[in-house]
């Protein structure tokens, strides 16, 4: 298994331009999630996905969007970028259910995202 | 709403010394408790967790975690810490029900001096 993969590793864009992070994950995972991590900040979640069709906002949803038309895919999309998106992107994904005993979160490793 | 403190932003410690790296949570039922390790450059990879029962619990890398309820922490620990450790480390606690909604520490990074 490939696990949490991300495209691309580094962007740089300038602002207003939009662009479509992607992610994938081959584990069959119905969770994914998208955080941004900021010095001193930590990782701050974006939106996320409890199964395909069915997306939700997390703390800082502003400025994108996401879909979720496959199990594997989840792509976040920056609709016109501003300085303040720069920051690294990870996407993760977990099976469903904490309750059956154990749900860890797997990480990407990220992508790299500079806004001029 | 749930939140995460991990008091020290930077932390040295020498090869062979022991570890604690600190985390309260506040969250107001039996939360789920993690933490993760991230090398620099790379994404998070879970250490070790806590969901119920035994609240000392083993991860990986010989690290450890006790969850005490009346402190609302979480601390980890390591008897004897690597080179190889030198990381930053993150503390997280979910929701019942969904892990996909962890809320972050905003991280300790550990220089482990030769």
């Known amino acids: 298994n490939a696990g949490v993969t991300q495209t691309p590793k580094f962007q740089v864009l300038k602002t207003g331009q939009s662009m479509t992070l992607q992610c994938a994950q081959d584990?069959?995972?119905?969770?994914m999630s998208w955080y941004r991590q900021d010095p001193g900040m930590g990782l701050r979640l974006i939106h996320y996905?409890?199964?395909?069709?069915?997306?939700d906002q997390g703390e800082v949803p502003n400025g994108y969007n996401v879909s979720r038309s496959t199990t594997e895919d989840f792509p976040l999309r920056l609709l016109s970028a501003a300085p303040s998106q720069t920051s690294v992107y990870f996407c993760?994904?977990?099976?469903?259910?904490?309750?059956?005993?154990?749900?860890?979160?797997?990480f990407g490793p990220g992508t790299r995202l500079t806004v001029l | 709403a749930q939140s995460v403190t991990q008091p020290d932003i930077h932390i040295t410690v020498s090869e062979g010394a022991s570890l604690e790296l600190r985390c309260n949570y506040s969250y107001g039922a039996t939360p789920y408790l993690f933490w993760y390790v991230q090398s620099p450059g790379q994404g998070l990879q879970l250490l070790l967790k806590y969901f119920s029962g035994d609240t000392l619990v083993q991860g990986i890398k010989g690290f450890e975690a006790e969850f005490k309820r009346s402190q609302s922490s979480f601390n980890l620990r390591k008897p004897s810490v690597h080179w190889s450790d030198a990381a930053e480390y993150f503390c997280a606690v979910g929701p019942t029900g969904t892990a996909s909604k962890l809320t972050f520490g905003t991280g300790t990074r550990l220089q482990v001096t030769l």
């Open positions: 993760a994904s977990s099976r469903e259910g904490v309750a059956g005993g154990g749900n860890e979160q797997f």
């Open positions: 584990m069959n995972h119905e969770y």
């Open positions: 996905s409890v199964g395909a069709g069915i997306t």
